[in-house]
C-alpha cells in the first residue's frame, strides 16, 4: 500500500487549502483514512478521520474550521481547511489504517503566517 499527499503550501492567516491524499495497492475495502500533523517539538496529533461508510472524527481544535470527506472509488481521502491559524502550522501525513495496521504517506508542509 502507497499513499501519496498533496495540496500543502503557504497560506496567510484566515486562507484556506484542501490537502488530498491518494492510496494505492491492496486495500481492504473496510478501513478509515485520516490526516495527523506534526508541528517542530511536538508529537503527531490526530487532525480527523473518517471511515469508509463516512463515520468522522475531528480534533477539537478543528472542529468547525476542517472538513474531512473521501472517495471510496478513488481511494482518496480530502481535507478542505479554512479558517487556518498560525498554530495549524506543522507537517501533515496521510494514514490508512486497516484494523491494527498503519500505513503513513510522506508529509506535506502546512505554513500559516502572514
Known amino acids: 500500500v502507497q499513499l501519496q499527499a498533496s495540496g500543502g503550501g503557504l497560506v496567510q492567516p484566515g486562507g484556506s487549502l484542501r490537502p488530498s491524499c491518494a492510496a494505492s495497492?491492496?486495500?481492504?475495502?473496510?478501513?478509515?483514512m485520516g490526516w495527523y500533523r506534526q508541528a517542530p517539538g511536538k508529537q503527531r496529533e490526530l487532525v480527523a478521520e473518517i471511515t469508509n461508510f463516512g463515520v468522522t472524527n475531528y480534533a477539537d481544535s478543528v472542529k468547525g474550521r476542517f472538513t474531512i470527506s473521501r472517495d471510496n472509488a478513488k481511494n482518496t481521502v480530502y481535507l478542505q481547511m479554512d479558517g487556518l491559524k498560525p498554530e495549524d502550522t506543522a507537517v501533515y501525513y496521510c494514514n490508512l489504517r486497516v484494523r491494527a495496521t498503519n500505513y503513513w504517506g510522506h508529509g506535506t508542509q502546512v505554513t500559516v503566517s502572514s
Open positions: 495497492g491492496s486495500i481492504f475495502r473496510v478501513n478509515i
